[in-house]
């Protein structure tokens, strides 16, 4: 299932390709035509079993099932998709010339571009990916570039000014995510918008490794960016389990690793960019330095600001304790983000202060039930409405006291660079993005308490509660360090990266000679830890 049906659809896709730039023979269609069709038994299974309300009580048996469909379904087939290698043969000459074509020579192109975004985060889909990629659209459209989206999100088109192409993919209903999967749209989207370039939002996704090869089977110059440890989202879902998250880790770093390989002779790829440095630096020990870069993430500075504290929002957030300290946390409430620990830190730090203090989140997910539930038991006051966005948001984080975090799986942490452009001092766990190479100096920018391998024990309980009662103690120098900090992570800047890495990739810019010398733009805050 690993290496067969990949493999089966990287072949598929790169037939599709050729044979429709070649304008292929009916018979050939149709061979094609019965290749696919080997998948139709499965995705009827799934569709089925996406709408039936015995999921869970299925679980023990959908690993034979899914056997016993492959087996009738997808290894027959796959004897008519090997003769689709000799199809390729007919389109060669045609696809040559394709290739040559001047649509698709791009190094010469002055002024705007055309760029196509690929992925499964976009709007209305609440993730720090989503967040990405909402920025990116409007900076690039701001900047005259014509920009469209190809993805399986039920993304309004269009979007800021960006033309959508729907693709193949399912929705994930347990966690509200899609997953954008291969097909012949992909090749319909690459071929009628005719992109100078193409940009990939995360590496590990199957859609990115297509995208990929069919780039350079056309000749289309393409950067992908890495957003998440896979690997550590992984280990915080099933910590019984932790061999699984090292293969992912191996699985991810490998996948970049050949798709990079395979590609590096027509050198139509020139760098990935990481938005952190601990991701920059396991690509670097893999082998990919020459190709890897930073790309620093963005805030929205105009938004998000100390001036938008509000007294009137306080008292509601407080339920009219304005004078009472106000501890603060944003974004989604789901497993991987280990929403699960914020009612016992916040316990923790209401028995520190003898109960006076308030709590508020902002933020929904399938863990806001248990979250709500578990604070009112324990006896806290909770402030929590769902998500909030724009200036609600920014109001009600300014009003915060202190930021707290539980996620140990972040890459890089939007929600805690909100939080620092506005003047809250931040507690966070020293793991994942987050650390001294990441968003957060310990007692520069708030404190980092200790977490044992990805996991919050009753001791980095323990700890958080008593950093956040030090942010408290020490609240203005470090929310002063905090906005200084934040000074010169505007999404303008973030956006400014992102066109010299895709000029570099067009060859119209020299390229660094080490990802060093991308690493370098970002501004250098680190120091001893205040506990050293």
């Known amino acids: 299932t690993m290496v067969i049906v990949p493999l089966r659809m990287t072949v598929e896709i790169m ?16 061979l094609l035509a019965c290749s696919f069709a080997g998948y139709g038994p499965v995705l009827c299974y799934f569709a089925a079993l996406d709408r039936s309300n015995t999921v869970v009580a299925m679980r023990p048996y959908l690993f034979g099932l899914f056997r016993t469909t492959l087996v009738l379904a997808i290894l027959p087939s796959s004897v008519l998709g090997c003769l689709l290698v000799g199809c390729i043969q007919f389109a060669l000459p045609a696809l040559s010339a394709y290739r040559s074509n001047a649509k698709y020579s791009r190094m010469a192109k002055k002024g705007p571009l055309r760029i196509l975004l690929v992925g499964n985060s976009f709007e ?16 690039l459209t701001a900047s005259g570039h014509t920009v469209a989206i190809a993805t399986h999100c039920p993304t309004p088109s269009p979007l800021h000014g960006a033309s959508v192409y729907r693709l193949f993919g399912f929705h994930l209903k347990e966690v509200n995510h899609y997953l954008t999967l291969p097909s012949p749209a992909l090749i319909r989207a690459l071929i009628d918008f005719q992109p100078d370039v193409v940009h990939c939002f995360e590496g590990i996704v199957p859609i990115t490794g297509i995208t990929c090869l069919v780039c350079d089977l056309l000749n289309i110059r393409y950067v992908i960016s890495m957003h998440t440890r896979g690997d550590l989202i992984v280990r915080a879902t099933f910590p019984d389990i932790p061999y699984v998250a090292d293969f992912v880790a191996s699985l991810a770093v490998g996948l970049v690793v050949w798709l990079f390989s395979i590609t590096s002779a027509s050198h139509n790829v020139v760098s990935c960019m990481c938005v952190s440095k601990e991701l920059l630096r396991i690509l670097v020990a893999a082998g990919l330095g020459e190709i890897s870069c930073l790309w620093r993430s963005g805030v929205d500075l105009r938004g998000f600001r100390p001036e938008r504290r509000s007294q009137s929002q306080r008292e509601l957030l407080t339920y009219g304790a304005p004078e009472l300290p106000l501890v603060v946390h944003s974004g989604r409430l789901t497993v991987e983000k280990q929403s699960d620990q914020l009612p016992a830190i916040f316990e923790a730090v209401s028995r520190r202060l003898g109960g006076r203090v308030r709590f508020a989140v902002f933020g929904d997910g399938m863990m806001r039930e248990q979250m709500e539930v578990e604070c009112k038991n324990k006896g806290l006051t909770l402030w929590c409405d769902g998500y909030m966005f724009g200036e609600a948001l920014q109001s009600s984080l ?11 799986t972040e890459a890089i942490g939007l929600c805690l660079m909100e939080a620092m452009a506005c003047g809250v001092p931040v507690v966070a766990p020293d793991a994942g993005g987050i650390g001294e190479d990441g968003v957060v100096v310990d007692g520069l920018q708030g404190h980092l308490y200790k977490v044992r391998e990805q996991q919050m024990g009753r001791a980095a309980i323990e700890d958080a509660a008593d950093c956040i009662v030090r942010a408290l103690n020490d609240r203005e120098r470090l929310s002063r360090n905090a906005v200084e900090y934040m000074a010169s992570n505007s999404w303008e800047a973030s956006i400014s990266e992102l066109e010299r890495m895709i000029e570099r990739t067009l060859g119209r810019e020299p390229r660094p000679p080490s990802s060093a010398g991308c690493a370098a733009t970002r501004p250098s805050h680190r120091r001893q830890r205040s506990g050293a």
């Open 398 to 408: 300014a009003c915060g006291d202190v930021f707290v975090s539980a996620c140990t």
């Open 124 to 139: 209305p889909i609440v993730d720090g990916v989503a967040t990405f990629t909402t920025q990116t659209i409007k900076g």
């Open 15 to 30: 037939a599709v390709t050729t044979l429709y730039t070649a304008g292929a023979q009916p018979w050939q269609w149709a």
